[in-house]
């Protein structure tokens, strides 16, 4: 399913499709998560990925490309598929070569097993790890009152445009230069 979700999403000629494919797509590869004891690691795929990246997908796609409903498989499509298959194919070297295919046993580290995978990377967050969390978080919150700052300074702009006739919210015209302050300005100059 994750790869005729992937082919679909790459060869179909209706952009909204091609975003719907991309979202079974990364509604599998969550179960892919699922299956490897990873629970955390699957509900932030679907939430962030699935939930907002591909919704931010379709903005874009509706809003940008009004006319641009489908489109045809680009020229270096053939340069792609090939490039595909190479990359596979070291991926299956390295996956046999490693011995990685031919190993069993728990695939995370042994606390995974004691307690469940959300509640060890809650447990590193919150201990081992709470300096750089709350250093992220800052930097976060920054980020988010510089955009609502930004925000409103172009509003701000927008609205002090039809009362002053500028268009950028500042004044219509240039401060205006008087011929007598240039002349009392000459005067003041000292002398050399």
Same mark, same amino acid.
């Given at each position: 399913m994750i790869l005729g979700g992937a082919t679909i999403a790459i060869t179909a000629p209706n952009l909204i499709y091609s975003a719907l494919?991309?979202?079974? &797509?990364?509604?599998?590869?969550?179960?892919?998560?699922?299956?490897?004891?990873?629970? #955390? *690691? !699957?509900? *932030? %795929?679907?939430?962030?990925? !699935?939930?907002?990246?591909? *919704?931010?997908?379709? #903005?874009?796609?509706?809003? #940008?490309?009004?006319? %641009?409903? &489908? %489109?045809?498989?680009? &020229?270096? #499509?053939p340069v792609g598929v090939s490039l595909g298959f190479i990359v596979l194919a070291e991926m299956l070297m390295v996956y046999w070569g490693t011995g990685a295919a031919s190993d069993g046993g728990p695939l995370g580290p042994p606390v995974w097993a004691k307690a469940g995978n959300t509640q060890a990377i809650g447990a590193l967050l919150y201990t081992k790890y709470l300096f750089p969390f709350e250093i992220a978080s800052i930097i976060l919150l920054v980020a988010m009152v510089g955009a609502i700052t930004l925000g409103k300074r172009s509003h701000k702009a927008k609205e002090l445009a039809p009362a002053n006739g500028s268009t950028n919210g500042f004044g219509a015209h240039p401060a205006q230069v008087t011929p007598v302050s240039v002349e009392h300005r000459r005067e003041e100059a000292p002398r050399v």
């Open positions: 494919a991309l979202l079974v &797509t990364l509604i599998h590869v969550a179960g892919i998560y699922i299956l490897l004891s990873a629970e #955390f *690691v !699957a509900a *932030v %795929q679907i939430i962030v990925y !699935a939930g907002a990246i591909l *919704v931010l997908y379709l #903005f874009v796609l509706m809003i #940008f490309s009004e006319h %641009q409903g &489908t %489109q045809a498989l680009h &020229t270096s #499509f």
